[in-house]
Structures are given as C-alpha cells and as structure tokens.
C-alpha cells in the first residue's frame, strides 16, 4: 500500500463501533494472551541492562562519596550523568517497547486471520527496519518531551496519535517515517475520541484483572491495551489478507 493509498482510505474510513472492537478484542486476547505474555518478559529482560547502565552514577556515588547518600546532599557531579543516562534510557526503552510491539501487532494479524507463520518477535530489530525503529522512537520521544513540557495538557492528545504510529508501522513498513508520522496523526485525528476512550478502559481493564490476579497477572493483561489499536487500524484501513509477505519468514516489502 502506497502512502496516498493510506490517506485516502483513512479520509474514507467508516464510522467504528466501541463496543464491537472491544468485543473482538476480547476475543482476540484469548487466542494471544500467551504471545502477549512472551512480548511483556522480553521488553522487561531486554531493559535490565540499561537499568543497570542508568544506575551506574548512583552506584559510583555510594563507592566514592558515601557520605553524600548518608546526608542526603547530592553530588552534583554524578547526578548529571544519572539525569542524562536516565534519557538515554527512556530513549532505548521506547525502542524496544517500538519494535516488540509491532511484531506483537503482526502475530496478532496472523491469529486473526488464521494465517500460518514463524511467531518472530524480533522481526523489527532486524536489518532493514532496525533503522526506522530508531527513526519513529526519536519522534515519539520528542512529540512526547515537547508535549510534556506544554503543561502536559497537549500529551493527552498526542498519545493517541503515539500509539497508531505503532500499527501503522507494523503494517507498512516499507513507508518513511515521515509518511508514517503523518499517516498516525491524520487517523489519530479523525479517530481520536473512540481510540482515546478504547485505550483508557482497555488500560483500566488490563490493570484491574492483573492486580486481582495476585499483581503478577499484570504480566499477562498487559498486551491486552494492543489490541484494540490492531482493530482501529483494520476497520479503518483494512488489511491485505493475500498479502504475500509472512510474519517472520525474513521477507522484505
């Protein structure tokens, strides 16, 4: 699918129904809760390191200056490169969270559809998309840190937008950045109240399940706020059911 292709089915798309696409998301999750779970333990694994590397600072603190953390007087000198290592791994977290996700997207397109492939959820930390990870997480995180620094308030708008650039990237990757960028706001814009209102009550859900399923169950609902994003975009996309590329078998659009 072309980008002008995109645009004119998004400016085309149907009116979408709340409760159907929370109905089939349900659905849904019971036929990929398992790969939902797989995606969750390997975004927190694949982050250990960079908690470790963001503590670096702190830790240094507690060898070579105790007495600073005794007295609770920070050392100013370690503190900025805690501060800075703590961006640098927000930055790398969206990365992986980016990438992880939209593999998830796409297993979720094979169940869907009863299509048969390889479960790959490192298909988008590959050559050639690893690059466009990269890309679409720099422009999240500053849409995000601009957002923030608006009083907040503009974030509440943008997370919607945020979030589709995650679907829309999973199901064309062959696009630009720029294109997919571009692409997330116009839906985001046009579907922004059914998609706002879908990811709060699936978010809301996902919490208060995994916390009455003893908190560790918070692992498994967790990928369940997807999957209403999955059905926004194919209700108003649409998705290529012949499409010849498969989930994980290495083929490039």
């Known amino acids: 699918m072309t980008f002008t292709e995109l645009?004119?089915?998004?400016?085309?798309?149907?009116?979408?129904?709340?409760?159907?696409?929370?109905?089939r998301s349900i659905e849904l999750f019971k036929k990929v809760w398992v790969q939902g779970l797989v995606m969750t333990i390997l975004t927190m694994a694949l982050m250990i390191p960079f908690y470790i590397i963001m503590y670096l600072p702190l830790i240094a603190m507690g060898l070579f200056d105790p007495q600073a953390l005794e007295s609770g007087e920070p050392n100013f000198a370690l503190m900025i490169p805690f501060y800075l290592m703590m961006m640098v791994f927000s930055f790398f977290a969206m990365v992986i969270g980016f990438a992880l996700k939209a593999a998830f997207l796409r297993i979720c397109k094979m169940k869907d559809l009863d299509e048969v492939g390889k479960e790959d959820y490192f298909y988008f930390l590959k050559k050639p998309y690893l690059g466009k990870v990269f890309s679409l997480s720099l422009i999240s995180f500053g849409i995000s840190l601009a957002a923030t620094l608006l009083c907040v308030l503009p974030l509440f708008y943008v997370?919607?937008?945020i979030a589709l650039m995650n679907?829309?990237?999973?199901?064309?990757?062959?696009?630009s950045p720029s294109e997919i960028t571009k692409a997330a706001f116009n839906l985001g814009n046009k579907k922004w109240l059914i998609t706002f209102g879908l990811m709060f009550v699936s978010g809301m859900l996902a919490q208060v399940v995994g916390i009455l399923m003893c908190f560790i169950g918070v692992l498994v609902t967790a990928s369940f706020t997807v999957l209403p994003l999955y059905y926004i975009y194919k209700d108003s996309v649409g998705l290529d059911e012949k499409e010849i590329d498969r989930i994980g078998e290495g083929q490039q659009f």
Request: glycine content about 4%; aromatic content about 14%; overall charge negative.
């Open 167 to 175: 679907v829309i990237f999973a199901f064309n990757p062959h696009l």
């Open 7 to 23: 645009q004119l089915k998004i400016q085309n798309a149907k009116d979408l129904d709340f409760g159907d696409i929370f109905n």
């Open 159 to 161: 997370m919607v937008p």
